[in-house]
């Protein structure tokens, strides 16, 4: 039974490759007409993929899922309408297949190129939403990859209706049907064997929680990019200006406080302390957010009588609380600042809001995160944000895509080499 | 005793990435003195180098390793010099570290820096010769990453003693001790250790024989970037020059045939397949070229009596020989000759010899290699022959380094963004 299913995930890989081959050589006009019909398609086929996730909803709720869990699995025909406007809106961007990034001639007469390729076949392992099945797919084809998909398995019906709808758009613009496979099973298994097919899979990208990144990064063979979580940081500065360091920690904290670039920590230096403690108590109390404060900020905010306060233990400096909760510790100075960061961050996205630009170029070159920003809130750490127009998620790796990762993080490169006849000779 | 290893492997790891931090502050002007510092270190110890490679060659000897092992193994005073020389000229390249790849504005008033980056720590195993320990380490240092080294068994007593000049240079420069370390201990599990440690070690470049890489891939949670063997072929078309088809294939399979851009595969149109052959096997009879032919080729081969014939089996056509012999099969065309590239091939370095532009244009966008070639020998994928003035090795993998790896590739960025108080609305 688990040699069959290991051998159905390698079939799927394989066929994944031979797409891949042909995908690579279609050009960006065809493609285009391949993502129109894929929107086209996925509007024409609405009422199925409703009722394929109206089962999904069921199962959900029959599993009684948590509401926030199953909000986020309910398609409606507005979802719908919003991923085939999401496609369109990929077909309109640049295809950065086939653009020369340097060019240049050796002594000997050689001449090279820098070329942009499609990387081959990409792995997806992400978990419930089912719009992730479209975005995904439809970034990579853009690209001229070939996608191997595997979704969470509350969403299993949605996913496998909408990848059906997908390939009939490929299809229909003579793309092979197999640019995009979606692994029909929810066996736990099947993330392992895809994570071992390094022969199929070039790149493998979760996107997930904690259990699932393990899984792929303890089995995989091939690159692995992981979107996993973001511990961000807010460290205001002596020469801050308060005013500004508080809308930014609101905004930071709590305008969507379950993405991963929300902030979970706040660092305030000593000496404004006393000040900005109070300033920043008045404007989240409201808002009900619980703080957990080090030792020198609880005796700050429980002479404020600060609501929902509580002592922060070792392990709150790490955690992801994707919820109204803020970490807090006063600091000695800027060089504890970055020590925090360094020590304790995700190096996904962290901020220092000050008016000295020689404290803002020392915390921006010191701190090694993705993004690190002077006097701005971390939530514009987003391809949109960035100008990219999308993004398949944010990379919290160092290598090959760091933060939002779009459309050119889908691609590597070759070299050309044109010559006359060139030999070595030392 | 196992974890005991396992806990040391760590120590270092941890303090390697301690190190890291320090060396990513270093200015461009500090590593150019450490790594003169390194180079004048090593002249000066060149007499307790050459002793301890004396030990590491006497057990080599006693061990009756090959006489190419030995070889390889083997420290002259010249050798040290031309690995201080290298060092002086790594000082003179380019720091990448710091440079703008890309700068933008958002219409809200963000502005958005892209950054080269060092890496951080880099693992870099390697089989054998000695003056790797000095290359990898030196390029590490220039691109402000720490590194971590592991060797192979046979140098290990040359491998330390370089370790310990080099430590000595950074220091005399005022880097950490801790920017160079290497493992001391020539246990197999070492490997393992290091490919686990994904909280200190960043990238691990290995690079050697199939079980070694395999060793490290199977093991490894952090990316890997595998120096891994090279299949090159080089394909005569129909329209090609013959007699530039022969000084290209004489080149790239003679002129050193022990390296990983040699080629391994000779593809010949069956068109110009009798003519052709005649020609390369009389350039390749006198250099005791020993060809493996398929079906076709053999009939002609054996027709003009040529001594060094086999018949190829089908392992022929994926097997790195690093030897004077060479698989040579006739094909249909040019979609039968990219097809063999594509299934057979290891996507290092390919070429097509031929005077038709369009040919050589379809094979260029096809073939999914590393470096595709037209009308040159594959002996130039190499970073001093491509201008990069120095390299780590040539990359087989796809992502992040593809070819040859220099200092660049030994760079990663961030977004530093610098703003007036921003929020985020939507």
Redesign the interface.
């Known amino acids: 039974m688990m040699n069959d299913l290991r051998s159905e995930i390698l079939e799927f890989g394989k066929r994944a490759r031979t797409a891949s081959?042909l995908l690579?050589?279609a050009g960006t006009q065809q493609k285009n007409q391949a993502l129109l019909a894929m929107a086209d398609e996925l509007l024409a086929q609405s009422a199925s993929i409703l009722s394929a996730n109206a089962r999904d909803v069921e199962k959900a709720t029959g599993d009684h899922l948590s509401k926030a869990m199953i909000d986020r699995l309910r398609l409606t025909p507005k979802r719908v309408h919003a991923m085939a406007e999401g496609i369109r809106q990929v077909a309109s961007l640049d295809d950065p297949v086939g653009k020369v990034i340097s060019e240049?001639s050796?002594p000997n007469g050689?001449r090279?190129s820098k070329v942009r390729?499609p990387?081959?076949v990409i792995g997806i392992i992400y978990e419930s939403r089912p719009d992730v099945t479209s975005d995904a797919a439809v970034l990579c084809t853009k690209t001229g990859n070939a996608t191997v998909l595997r979704g969470g398995s509350e969403s299993i019906h949605s996913n496998i209706a909408i990848a059906e709808f997908l390939q009939s758009g490929a299809t229909a613009a003579g793309l092979p049907a197999d640019s995009i496979i979606l692994i029909p099973t929810t066996e736990r298994e099947a993330v392992k064997y895809m994570a071992q097919m390094?022969k199929y899979i070039?790149?493998i990208v979760p996107r997930g929680g904690h259990a699932l990144i393990e899984a792929v990064?303890?089995h995989a063979?091939m690159?692995?990019i992981k979107h996993s979580h973001g511990v961000c940081i807010v460290y205001v500065d002596k020469d801050a200006?308060l005013e500004?360091a508080e809308?930014?920690v609101?905004?930071?904290k709590t305008?969507r406080p379950g993405v991963c670039n929300a902030i979970e920590t706040l660092l305030v230096h000593h000496e404004i302390a006393p000040l900005f403690l109070k300033k920043i108590a008045d404007a989240l109390g409201p808002k009900k957010v619980e703080l957990r404060a080090d030792n020198d900020a609880f005796s700050e905010l429980s002479t404020l009588n600060y609501e929902l306060l509580r002592r922060a233990s070792d392990e709150d400096w790490t955690t992801e609380y994707l919820d109204l909760i803020l970490a807090v510790r006063v600091v000695d100075g800027i060089d504890d600042a970055i020590d925090h960061v360094?020590t304790h961050g995700s190096h996904h996205s962290d901020c220092i809001v000050t008016e000295s630009a020689a404290s803002?170029e020392k915390f921006?070159?010191?701190v090694?995160?993705?993004?690190?920003?002077?006097?701005?809130?971390t939530?514009?750490?987003d391809g949109a944000?960035?100008?990219f127009g999308a993004e398949i998620g944010i990379s919290t790796?160092?290598?090959?895509a760091?933060?939002p990762m779009a459309l050119e993080e889908l691609t590597?490169?070759?070299?050309?080499?044109?010559?006359?006849?060139?030999?070595?000779?030392g």
């Open positions: 081959r690579a050589r240049w050796r050689l090279i390729v990387i081959g390094d070039d790149l990064v303890s063979r690159p692995v200006d500004m809308r930014i609101v905004n930071a305008q360094e803002a921006l070159s010191e090694d995160s993705a993004t690190v920003y002077w006097n701005a809130s939530r514009f750490t944000e960035f100008g790796d160092k290598l090959h760091r933060g590597t490169y070759k070299y050309i080499i044109r010559g006359d006849g060139q030999v070595r000779e």
